[in-house]
């Protein structure tokens, strides 16, 4: 059994718009620097871990990414995310603890709460540079969802 994942704002965004429509992936503003490939890959990637983890920051934070959709695509995107929140295991930390991580003022507060809340049990997904560099640093198995990207495999 594959230990637990923890996905980005961004790539868990990707992860959401594939599912609403492959088509919007390269339409959304959110997700258009990913090629329909890069969805493909990331369900694969994604597909053996039987527990996601989210904090509530990365659920608002693609919560507010999923606004750009609108009509039928917003509702479903929203439906989505609904469902998944049933599943996922949530991982709260007070903002006020947060705000005391060094590398805060750098990353924002999504990115050092991922960083408070990962530990060596899990693994974090990301397409932010400065995330997965810093959670490298302590020792967090990170993985550049980039690095797969340009790779072309899994």
Known sequence: MLQPIMLDANVL???I???VSEDMVERCRRTRQYKIQDYHLLVSYVAPFTNLLVTPNIATEV???LGVLSGAHLIRAREILYNYIATWTEVYVE???VKDVPE?????LTDAAILLTASHEMEVLTDDFDLYSALLKRGIKATNFTHIRTQGMI
């Open 63 to 65: 919560s507010n990414l």
């Open 95 to 97: 903002s006020n603890r």
């Open 13 to 15: 965004t990707l992860f």
């Open 104 to 108: 805060y003022t750098r990353l924002g």
């Open 17 to 19: 718009v594939g599912q």
